[in-house]
């Protein structure tokens, strides 16, 4: 009997996985999709109620710093198309980190009862993430039409930036699960980092507010992650930099996840 053949299936070689690990990847389409048609079961919205709940913040956060902070920021028409971009770019990345910590839990306990390597468990969530991402796509192409009463996007950079997002965001939400299902603090501590991060990065307020720190946001991660996918909603070409240093985040942080998770990959499912 062969070695591979006697050991577990998170134990095999990396290389033994791979045609595991693409057949997982049907499955996490597979089931993302069901549950995005689950979501509909019993309501007529679904995931519609994340759009909307999102159009409904869009607009009361437009309406307070459109007002209150008149003098600073750009016409009404403007800051509003602005701030959905952000919004819609931000709750792609913190929805798919505050899953991937709080679902930990149920991730390990179907990695001890299958075959699934734990990038596809989440994978499942991370496209679902993207599917109601098409659906708020249409909420900043909406606003743009009636406020602007034109429609700015870059399609091919769009699609670039969603692609380079969600691959960052993967190798973040495997690695907060793996971090998550070996220290019970985890989750908590990802959801105030999370939170933190929100305000720290210009979301809901231009970069042009820093003035002379304007170099804060160019060191800031979060920063060149949201412009990924804000500057083509809008029309504007994504900067050099930000571009680079995605790809980087991507190289740097999505080989480090890769070597500590081919390392502990089959310790994880009995953390829990």
Known sequence: MTQSATLPTSAQPLTAQVPGLLASLRFALFMAGLDIASSFRRTGLGTLWVTLGLALAIGAL???FGTVLQQLVPHYNIYVPYLAAGMIAWSLLASILHQA???TWLFMAQLRHT????????LRLILRQVLILAQNILLAVTLQAILLQTVTLAPLSLLAGIILLTANATWMAVLIGMLCARFRDMPQLVGW???LGFFLTPVLWPVEFLARFGW???INPLFHLVELVRQPLL???VALLTWLLSLLALLVGGSLTFLLYQRLRWRLPYWT
């Not at 075959?115 to 989440?122: D, N, Q, S, V």
């Open 101 to 103: 910590a709080g679902q």
């Open 235 to 237: 029309g504007q070409p």
């Open 115 to 122: 075959m699934l390597p734990l990038p596809a468990t989440m």
């Open 62 to 64: 437009g309406l307070l």
């Open 193 to 195: 980092a999370v939170h």
């Open 216 to 218: 804060l946001a160019q």
